[in-house]
T-cell receptor, first 115, second 110 residues
């Protein structure tokens, strides 16, 4: 296993289009997280899954955002009707609970540019 | 999750030891102290985690005093490739929401 994988690495889309990102976590990890990061800021929590259950969504996640983790494996994050303010790096992370404290493993991220 | 405070930026030179201190006055009994490193255009990378006293791995050391209200990440003999943002996080094993502040931007000069 080579770690957390995110695809695509880069995405340029026109305002109003829908985009979908994929995250493949470390296989034995039961927790999966999505974060968003803009230039000069730390990552901001968006949502998290324990196995296939989505247990919390940040208020940052408007109705245009949806995330799934079917069968507790890979996850997708979809943004509908993209806006320029959605331009950011979208990060996925995974961890194993219990027992790892705050240690999570992040992917390389998907950089979204909305033009 | 306990709030953390760390310097916005630090400068160092190659070969020096760098110590980055994080304050977490409201740390709870069961909270871990965890540090991440992030290079530009990459996701954060977990580097070290501790609960009390000292932890050392191949990358860094983490010093935690008895009262646990602060912690110090120590990077021995830094190189240019250690230029990155370093984040201090505090929370319990059950914490699912990792709270990243703005971190400490370390610049290592030749």
């Amino acid at each position: 296993d080579t770690g957390v994988s995110q695809n695509p690495r880069h995405k340029i889309t026109k305002r109003g289009q829908n985009v979908t990102f994929r995250c493949d976590p470390i296989s034995e990890h039961n927790r999966l997280y999505w974060y968003r990061q803009t230039l000069g800021q730390g990552p901001e929590f968006l949502t998290y899954f324990q196995n296939e259950a989505q247990l919390e969504k940040s208020r940052l996640l408007s109705d245009r955002f949806s995330a799934e983790r079917p069968k507790g494996s890979f996850s997708t994050l979809e943004i509908q009707r993209t806006e320029q303010g959605d331009s950011a790096m979208y990060l996925c992370a995974s961890s194993s609970f219990p027992g790892q404290g705050l240690a999570a493993f992040f992917g390389q991220g998907t950089r979204l540019t909305v033009v | 999750l306990a709030k953390t405070t760390q310097p916005i930026s630090m400068d160092s030179y190659e070969g020096q030891e760098v110590n980055i201190t994080c304050s977490h006055n409201n740390i709870a009994t069961n909270d871990y102290i965890t540090w991440y490193q992030q290079f530009p255009s990459q996701g954060p990378r977990f580097i070290i985690q501790g609960y009390k006293t000292k932890v050392t791995n191949e990358v860094a050391s983490l010093f935690i005093p008895a009262d646990r209200k602060s912690s110090t990440l120590s990077l021995p003999r830094v190189s240019l490739s250690d230029t990155a943002v370093y984040y201090c996080l505090v929370g319990m094993d059950s914490s699912y929401k990792l709270i990243f502040g703005s971190g400490t931007r370390l610049l290592v000069r030749p």
